[in-house]
């Protein structure tokens, strides 16, 4: 059997022992003391059902405290781990969300926490407030326990904030891929896919349109995708099958000229 760890110098110091019992008991008291507090607030606010202006002032209160702690939280990376306790807790094994992006900015992280802060609170309101979920027995101040209503709702508002910012960044890299098309087609440092066959078949080619069909595809995009493309850059609507209309005859015009035609 091996011996027990040596025992720190303090661990025997009546000082020290004493000193932490009494920090446990201040702490103790301090949180009874909250959640008599919250006790009593709750019941004012249910003698209103929750609305009017008394409940309109403390959820102003909550939004302001959960929107603070939630950038904190984004900025340092505690809200993964704490969604990620929170799920393990409620027995689902695998959880995990996408990376936030390398460049993502407070007010990024602040547009999340308003979204998933508004939800919060009228969770919190039905669940913890009116159907009992809080109880002065549970061991939480109600404010605490807003954070973990705002914790549970993180993953949806931040999965669909990636959503559109994945999005939002595609469409500006493509709006830049037909902007450097249009402008200098038969540049070179623009051609990242094929560079040689691709921009000798560019420079062959008179039609903004086209050329940026051609460009599109050779960059991987679907007919869809660059029908859309067109679209947002002021050219006339163009369906999928009006794109895939448009490289057919490109392909055909290189055959016949001799070129490669798949470019």
Aim: aromatic share 8%; proline share 5%; with cysteine.
């Amino acid at each position: 059997m091996p011996a027990p760890p040596p025992l720190s110098p303090h661990d025997d110091d009546p000082g020290l022992l004493a000193a932490a019992r009494d920090e446990a008991e201040r702490r103790a008291a301090e949180s009874e003391a909250r959640r008599k507090r919250d006790l009593d607030l709750r019941a004012e606010l249910a003698l209103e059902d929750f609305s009017g202006v008394g409940w309109d002032r403390y959820a102003n209160e909550l939004a302001r405290y959960g929107i603070a702690v939630m950038v904190v939280w984004m900025r340092t990376g505690k809200i993964f781990v704490e969604c990620a306790r929170l799920f393990r807790a409620q027995g689902r094994k695998k959880f995990a969300l996408p990376p936030s992006p390398e460049n993502w900015t407070d007010e990024d992280r602040e547009d999340i926490a308003a979204v998933l802060v508004t939800k919060a609170l009228t969770t919190f309101k039905q669940k913890a407030l009116r159907a009992g979920g809080w109880t002065y027995a549970g061991g939480a101040s109600l404010s605490t326990y807003f954070i973990g209503t705002c914790t549970y709702e993180f993953p949806n508002a931040y999965t669909q904030w990636m959503s559109q910012y994945t999005a939002v960044a595609e469409r500006r890299r493509r709006e830049q891929v037909v902007a450097d098309t249009v402008a200098s087609p038969a540049d070179p440092a623009a051609m990242t896919v094929r560079a040689d066959q691709v921009r000798r078949a560019l420079a062959r080619i008179r039609d903004d349109r086209t050329r940026i069909v051609v460009q599109l595809k050779a960059e991987g995009y679907s007919h869809a995708e660059i029908a859309e493309a067109l679209g947002e850059n002021g050219f006339p609507s163009e369906s999928d099958n009006s794109v895939r209309g448009i490289w057919q005859r490109h392909k055909r015009r290189m055959h016949q000229e001799g070129g490669a035609d798949d470019v």
